[in-house]
Structure formats: structure tokens, C-alpha cells
């Protein structure tokens, strides 16, 4: 009976050595295999994504330049407008009454003008007439210094009335300025994209009244960590792409790159335009731009 127990045993211990020997093996194979995929992390932090909004150059929320009501409003969002364009009319019936008076008072002085001018001439010729009776002996010195101080004195009066035309017509162009300022006018080409007042608000000076942006040309500025500075060039082209539209590249042209790096967070500025047809990207929406290893 020793003799099967002893064989029954023995088996048993072959049995666990080879069972082992295949877990040492399978655990080897286990450890080994991630050592790919370690490697392809690496090669993805070695770039780096930008994101940032898309702008454009002319962009901006027109204020009211004066205090006043808003009489009456021609263009509305989304209307495209052109530069010069009236956007909105404010009132402007009393500013127009103070010019047409100061107008007036322009008109009286240069008639005024105009008179002492004739009376000036009037002088000239009676002391170049009196010049002559005193070389005649016909009259004497104090009738002589009485004509030419008379003369002199009343081209005093010319310049006296000339400065007060001066001033009135100053004050006109004054008025005229802020009779301009009633109107709302775009400042170039683009599109109206918020309206913030109505016909009959009054507003301020300084409040806002309508926001323009430009459609085109659009761009992206955004910072780059120093190690990038020197790879970056005037002119060079990179991808785009947004999360907004999937599947859709776009091309950006490097426009302009900071000649410098700000020392307290250690980037630089760059700008970038797009080239070629925009399709749906539109200005404000969000964009991705991929950089290289930086080496």
C-alpha cells in the first residue's frame, strides 16, 4: 500500500512544479506587452493644440457720442451694411436751430466786415489826400496826424470784426459737429449683429447702440510657449480645424509673429489668417491649430 501512495504523491508534485513553470511564463508575456503603447503617449505630448476664438479686424460696438433720443432706427440685426451707411437718426431739431442761427450771425458779421472794409478804404484816400495838401502847405501837421491815425485806427476795427467772423464760423463747424454726431454711421463694411436700443430710448453718452463686425478676413491670435519661438515664421501655413464642424480643415497663413517674448509668463503672440474659402467658420467661434515638436 506505500508503494501507491508514494506514486500518487509524486504526481501530485510534478503536477504543481509544471503549473509553476506556465504562470512565470503567461506573467512574463503580460509585463511586456504595454511597452508599445508607452511609446505612442510620448509621441503625442511632443505636440501641442491651440485653441482660440476666430476674429476678425474690424469689430466694434458703436457708443453714442452726445446725450439725446433715439428718433429713428434704419438698419437692424443681421442687416450687411456698408461703410458710411446711417444706422440710426437721433433728434437733432434744436442743434439744427442753434446752426441755422449761428449761420445767421456768420452771414451779419461778414456783412459787417464788408462795411468796415469800405469805411477803411474811405480813410485810406482821405489821409493819402490830406499827404497831398500837406506837401502843398494847404494844411497843418495835426490835421495831417488827425487823418492818418483816423486811418490806422479803423484798420484796427477791420481785424477786430475779421476775428469776430473767424468765431463765428468756428462755432458753426462746432455745431456742425455735433449735429453729426445724431447720426449713427458704420464705420466700414460688415454686418450688424446686436441691436441694444429702440426708437424713442433716450440714452447717454457713451451707451451702447449697435455692435458691426467685418465677415472677412478672418483670423486667430493666440500665445506659444517660448521652446516654439524661431519655429514660427511670417508666411508659414498650418491646419485648422474647429469641434463646432468635424470633418472640415481649413488653411491659416502665419500674418504677423511677436518679435519678443513677455518675460512674465514666458509666450509669445502670434496671428494667423485664413486662406482659401472660409465655409461655415464663422467670426467668435472656437478653433484648434496643432503644432509640432518644437525641437
Not at 23 to 31: D, G, L, P
Not at 67 to 81: H, S
Request: glycine share 6%.
Amino acid at each position: 500500500m506505500r508503494s501507491p501512495v508514494v506514486t500518487i504523491a509524486m504526481v501530485a508534485i510534478l503536477f504543481a512544479v509544471s503549473c509553476g513553470d506556465d504562470k512565470s511564463t503567461s506573467s512574463s508575456v503580460i509585463n511586456a506587452a504595454p511597452a508599445p503603447s508607452s511609446t505612442a503617449s510620448k509621441a503625442t505630448d511632443t505636440s501641442l493644440i491651440v485653441s482660440g476664438p476666430i476674429i476678425v479686424e474690424h469689430q466694434v460696438e458703436l457708443t453714442a457720442q452726445r446725450d439725446g433720443v433715439v428718433e429713428e432706427i434704419l438698419f437692424d440685426a443681421p442687416a450687411r451694411v456698408k461703410a458710411g451707411c446711417v444706422l440710426a437718426q437721433m433728434d437733432n431739431r434744436q442743434l439744427a436751430a442753434n446752426l441755422e442761427a449761428a449761420r445767421a450771425k456768420s452771414r451779419s458779421v461778414a456783412a459787417d466786415l464788408k462795411n468796415w472794409q469800405s469805411e477803411a478804404e474811405v480813410l485810406k484816400s482821405d489821409y493819402v489826400r490830406a499827404q497831398r495838401l500837406w506837401d502843398l502847405g494847404l494844411i497843418s501837421q495835426e490835421q495831417l496826424q488827425h487823418a492818418q491815425y483816423k486811418a490806422e485806427s479803423d484798420q484796427w476795427d477791420v481785424q477786430r470784426v475779421q476775428e469776430m467772423l473767424n468765431t463765428a464760423h468756428d462755432e458753426e463747424r462746432s455745431l456742425e459737429l455735433e449735429l453729426e454726431k445724431t447720426k449713427i454711421i458704420a464705420p466700414f463694411d460688415g454686418l450688424i449683429a446686436r441691436r441694444y436700443v429702440r426708437e424713442g430710448q433716450s440714452v447717454n453718452k457713451g451707451e451702447r447702440l449697435f455692435w458691426v463686425t467685418a465677415e472677412a478676413p478672418l483670423m486667430m491670435r493666440f500665445t506659444l510657449p517660448e521652446r516654439y519661438f524661431g519655429h514660427v515664421r511670417s508666411a508659414q501655413q498650418f491646419e485648422i480645424t474647429s469641434p463646432d464642424l468635424p470633418g472640415e480643415k481649413y488653411t491659416a497663413r502665419v500674418k504677423e509673429v511677436s518679435p519678443v517674448i513677455d518675460p512674465s509668463s514666458g509666450t509669445f503672440e502670434v496671428l494667423v489668417e485664413l486662406t482659401g474659402d472660409r465655409g461655415s467658420l464663422r467670426p467668435g467661434m472656437t478653433a484648434d491649430i496643432r503644432f509640432g515638436t518644437a525641437r
